[in-house]
């Protein structure tokens, strides 16, 4: 019995040890060109990045309904993409592991969010964009470059996301 609490306490110090030190190995990331992708939305529509490079940033969010965190955040998400959906495109991306397209489907039912979402069944896009953790937040500038980072809902990504759509506003 000692043993195992033991090892869930080491296990969960090595756990915070490496969250804790991946924002700064994340931030370095940022000024990077994103990997493109092609995806089909839950409601069957396809989102192409680069259907977007030159017109309009990205926001998207990684997530999965299993992570407290991620579900925490999800009316913050549905502001953000209610209030700025027009100058910025949010998409989610549900990570896939251990979770379904009936997870995701009944999680959006229940709280009524209709927010574009991407199922990642494979990983592919979530690994492409190196995420270990949920919930992960990425933003992409108009030029393709991944502009912001970070693990939970910042005032940093917040303000990022306000000033897009003034600029967006602006220029129209």
């Known amino acids: 019995m000692k043993t195992s609490v033991l090892f869930h306490k080491g296990w969960q110090a090595m756990v915070m040890a490496l969250a804790l030190s991946l924002p700064a190995v994340q931030a370095a990331e940022t000024d990077q060109t994103a990997p ?15 259907d977007y490079l030159g ?47 009936a997870n995701i489907q009944q999680f959006f039912r229940q709280e009524g969010y209709d927010i574009p979402t991407i199922f990642d069944a494979k990983g592919e896009i979530t690994q492409m964009y190196q995420v270990v953790g949920t919930p992960q937040h990425i933003l992409i500038d108009k030029d393709g470059k991944v502009a912001y980072r970070t693990f939970l809902a910042t005032d940093q990504l917040d303000q990022t996301i306000a000033r897009w759509a003034q600029q967006d506003v602006a220029q129209h």
Do not use: R
Not at 36 to 50: D, H, M
């Open 36 to 50: 493109l992708f092609t995806a089909t939305t839950l409601s069957g529509q396809e989102f192409k990045l680069s």
């Open 55 to 101: 017109k309009q940033p990205v926001y998207l969010k990684f997530w999965a309904t299993w992570c407290s965190y991620c579900k925490a955040e999800m009316p913050h998400l549905n502001a953000i993409e209610k209030q700025f959906g027009d100058e910025v495109k949010v998409v989610s991306v549900n990570v896939g592991f251990n979770d379904s397209v």
